[in-house]
């Protein structure tokens, strides 16, 4: 059976409208799908982790104390999935090993992040790589990764093949914006080191992100990691 993570955004599991709605359609979807492929899911903080990250820095936090309350937030959106899913874990795992541990056929794992300095993308990339899984799904609240930025330009095209060399080219150049990426850059060289590919979709379209997580076509990126 095939293995796979999908990186979900806080802002597409919790972006403060018809949340539970939202949350309890996901965990439907992905507990039709989960005996045809082995699922793990890293869930982002979205709006809550920056609010607490706020809070933290104005209290005269420093860059690890706003990791650390946000790293709470994805446990916590890490939570209510699982709780759509049947399951509420006390804790949820916190690190890919334990995951990876807790995973199988049929048993959807969820958690958040791990340990300040990175994101849940290169979380999601570090469950793979202790999964051995075949590909990673960022769902996300664009649609695909564009030649430019199609809010500010109209001539941006969509790209709908492209290799991990290219995605890297790309997460690179964007490095003074680096957390706000398309891909996690650390999750991007984990991806490509050990040869997982990773499919950048539109996380509210739940059709698409099924399409994505069982290996049908997309309307997102494929990222060749081959
Ligand atoms: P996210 O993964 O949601 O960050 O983690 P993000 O990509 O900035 O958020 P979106 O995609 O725009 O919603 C939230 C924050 O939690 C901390 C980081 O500060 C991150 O910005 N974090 C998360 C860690 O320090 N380590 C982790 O393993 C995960």
């Known amino acids: 059976m095939e293995k796979v993570v999908v990186s979900i955004g806080g802002s597409i599991l919790v972006p403060g409208e018809n949340d539970s709605d939202f949350i309890g359609k996901l965990a439907s979807m992905?507990?039709?799908?989960?005996?045809?492929v082995q699922?793990?899911?890293?869930?982002?903080?979205?709006?809550?982790?920056?609010?607490?990250?706020n809070i933290a820095k104005e209290l005269g936090g420093d860059t690890y104390s706003q990791d650390i309350v946000g790293i709470g937030a994805t446990r916590l959106n890490a939570q209510l999935l699982s709780l759509a899913l049947g399951e509420m874990p006390d804790?949820?795992?916190?690190?890919?090993?334990e995951l990876a541990s807790n995973s199988k056929p049929g048993r959807i794992v969820v958690m958040g992040g791990t340990v300040p300095g990175h994101t849940t993308d290169a979380v999601s990339a570090m469950v793979a790589k202790a999964l051995g899984a075949d590909r990673i799904v960022n769902a996300t609240s664009?649609?695909?990764?564009?030649?430019?930025?199609?809010?500010?330009?109209?001539?941006?095209?969509?790209?709908?093949?492209?290799?991990?060399q290219d995605l890297?080219?790309?997460?690179?150049?964007?490095?003074?914006?680096?957390?706000?990426?398309?891909?996690?850059?650390?999750g991007v060289q984990i991806a490509k080191e050990n040869r997982i590919d990773i499919l950048i979709v539109e996380g509210r379209n739940l059709?698409?992100?099924r399409n994505a997580i069982v290996g049908n076509d997309i309307k997102g990126t494929f990222v060749n990691s081959h």
Do not use: Q, W
């Not at 804790?91 to 090993?97: N, Q, R």
């Not at 990764?145 to 093949?161: F, G, H, Q, S």
């Open 39 to 53: 699922i793990a899911i890293v869930c982002g903080g979205g709006k809550t982790a920056r609010y607490y990250a």
């Open 91 to 97: 804790k949820v795992p916190e690190d890919p090993e």
């Open 168 to 186: 890297e080219n790309i997460v690179y150049k964007e490095h003074g914006a680096s957390r706000s990426s398309v891909f996690d850059p650390l």
């Open 207 to 209: 059709d698409e992100l």
């Open 30 to 36: 992905l507990s039709e799908i989960k005996n045809e």
């Open 142 to 164: 664009v649609d695909a990764v564009y030649t430019d930025d199609p809010r500010t330009n109209p001539d941006a095209e969509k790209i709908l093949d492209m290799t991990i």
